[in-house]
């Protein structure tokens, strides 16, 4: 386990080479901050990163990544030193606002166990929206208790976003933590979507932007995931560099996704209204009562078109080496003046839209409409 370990970390550094320097140089030149913000694309290892950090804060040996070696590193590997505390988001207790439910305590230490095992895996505690106040709190009160350690305390917020959740009450409690910061301890704030948290928290942050994976880097995983060699290229492209989208897309039946691919492309690049009017109907419904269902699927539209792109500037795509090349192929052919980034930032307007409750029968036809006149200028 501890090699298998070190080979993700360091198939991570190289992946996340520029990143992993910034850090590195953070701690080598011990400018070390209160607090920072990982932010980037989803799925691109920033939590990961976010413990390689903190673990390199406590090494017992000071090189230019964790050691894995020392009683300090493997504690942190497995979530379980004494100077870390992980937030995350929780749903609020049914019984008691200061008590977490036992239910949801059971899943979130078996989230927590699956998490130190894999890095890359993704806590998800159902029904958890938002990061609860009362976390908050519990976090003021044991990072301002004296510590007979020398461990730097450390804390880690995946999806620091949902402290703006509500009336913001979580994200005005952590300011006045970030206003006066306790001595010898940092906060990591990881999020996919940095425009969401109140600028009085980014201002007294440093940030780090996290770009995605390289689809090198994701092949390279999915082969240490013993996914078989015909499926790579395939699930490497439609993952677009989130490696929580790879490893979703492992146990799919991609067959059934590409017909679904190809069902959306028909029904919005036709001019048959009646097309439209069921296509509608059915993503406003999906939007509505399976919001997570259309993000995944206007995703895969994104990165098709984002694939079309690039065949016709001749940059290279894994898209191009699966069944998809040929309608790749016949799409540039049939529409050679096509205004593809314009598209793809049409269904990127879309997939906000379910986040800003905009009515979405509506948001949908105007979408179409967009695209057809973007199909030929």
């Given at each position: 386990m501890v090699n298998?370990?070190?080979?993700?970390?360091?198939?991570?550094?190289?992946?996340?080479?520029?990143?992993?320097?910034?850090?590195?140089?953070?701690?080598?030149?011990?400018?070390?901050?209160?607090?920072?913000?990982?932010?980037?694309?989803?799925?691109?290892?920033?939590?990961?990163?976010?413990?390689?950090?903190?673990?390199?804060?406590?090494?017992?040996?000071?090189?230019?990544?964790?050691?894995?070696?020392?009683?300090?590193?493997?504690?942190?590997?497995?979530?379980?030193?004494?100077?870390?505390?992980?937030?995350?988001?929780?749903?609020?207790?049914?019984?008691?606002?200061?008590?977490?439910?036992?239910?949801?305590?059971?899943?979130?230490?078996?989230?927590?166990?699956?998490?130190?095992?894999?890095?890359?895996?993704?806590?998800?505690?159902?029904?958890?929206?938002?990061i609860l106040i009362q976390s908050i709190r519990a976090l003021r009160k044991t990072l301002y208790l004296k510590s007979e350690q020398n461990f730097r305390k450390i804390v880690l917020i995946f999806d620091a976003h949902f402290l703006s959740a509500g009336q913001a009450e979580s994200a005005n409690a952590l300011l006045k933590l970030l206003e006066e910061p306790p001595s010898n301890t940092t906060l990591i704030l990881v999020t996919d979507y940095k425009e969401l948290l109140l600028p009085t928290i980014i201002s007294r942050c440093q940030s780090l932007g996290v770009p995605k994976f390289s689809d090198s880097f994701i092949q390279t995983w999915l082969r240490s995931k013993k996914v078989a060699e015909e499926k790579i290229f395939l699930i490497s492209g439609l993952s677009g560099g989130n490696i929580h989208q790879a490893r979703f897309l492992i146990g799919q039946p991609l067959t059934d996704l590409i017909n679904?691919?190809?069902?959306?492309?028909?029904?919005?690049?036709?001019?048959?209204?009646?097309?439209?009017?069921?296509?509608?109907?059915?993503?406003?419904?999906?939007?509505?009562?399976?919001?997570?269902?259309f993000k995944f699927y206007f995703g895969f539209l994104t990165i098709w078109f984002q694939s079309v792109y690039r065949k016709k500037m001749g940059m290279s795509d894994p898209l191009h080496k699966?069944?998809?090349?040929?309608?790749?192929?016949?799409?540039?052919?049939?529409?050679?003046?096509?205004?593809?980034?314009?598209?793809?930032?049409?269904?990127?307007?879309?997939?906000?839209?379910?986040?800003?409750?905009?009515?979405?029968?509506?948001?949908?036809?105007?979408?179409?409409?967009?695209?057809?006149?973007?199909?030929?200028?």
């Amino acid at each position: 386990m501890v090699n298998q370990k070190m080979t993700e970390f360091q198939n991570l550094f190289k992946a996340q080479q520029k990143i992993w320097k910034r850090i590195y140089d953070i701690v080598d030149n011990k400018k070390i901050g209160n607090a920072y913000i990982f932010s980037g694309s989803e799925g691109s290892g920033k939590e990961a990163l976010a413990i390689a950090f903190g673990q390199l804060l406590n090494c017992n040996y000071k090189g230019t990544r964790p050691c894995e070696k020392c009683s300090s590193c493997i504690r942190f590997n497995k979530l379980q030193h004494e100077s870390l505390n992980l937030i995350v988001p929780l749903p609020q207790s049914r019984t008691s606002k200061n008590e977490m439910d036992n239910s949801v305590l059971s899943i979130l230490n078996q989230e927590i166990n699956t998490k130190s095992a894999d890095h890359y895996y993704k806590i998800k505690i159902p029904k958890a929206k938002r990061i609860l106040i009362q976390s908050i709190r519990a976090l003021r009160k044991t990072l301002y208790l004296k510590s007979e350690q020398n461990f730097r305390k450390i804390v880690l917020i995946f999806d620091a976003h949902f402290l703006s959740a509500g009336q913001a009450e979580s994200a005005n409690a952590l300011l006045k933590l970030l206003e006066e910061p306790p001595s010898n301890t940092t906060l990591i704030l990881v999020t996919d979507y940095k425009e969401l948290l109140l600028p009085t928290i980014i201002s007294r942050c440093q940030s780090l932007g996290v770009p995605k994976f390289s689809d090198s880097f994701i092949q390279t995983w999915l082969r240490s995931k013993k996914v078989a060699e015909e499926k790579i290229f395939l699930i490497s492209g439609l993952s677009g560099g989130n490696i929580h989208q790879a490893r979703f897309l492992i146990g799919q039946p991609l067959t059934d996704l590409i017909n679904q691919l190809n069902e959306i492309l028909r029904s919005i690049l036709n001019k048959n209204p009646e097309l439209w009017y069921s296509f509608i109907n059915a993503y406003s419904r999906m939007a509505n009562v399976k919001p997570d269902s259309f993000k995944f699927y206007f995703g895969f539209l994104t990165i098709w078109f984002q694939s079309v792109y690039r065949k016709k500037m001749g940059m290279s795509d894994p898209l191009h080496k699966t069944e998809l090349g040929k309608k790749i192929d016949k799409f540039n052919y049939k529409y050679n003046n096509a205004r593809l980034l314009d598209i793809v930032l049409e269904l990127e307007d879309v997939i906000f839209a379910i986040q800003d409750n905009l009515y979405m029968p509506l948001r949908l036809t105007n979408m179409i409409l967009n695209i057809q006149k973007l199909l030929n200028p």
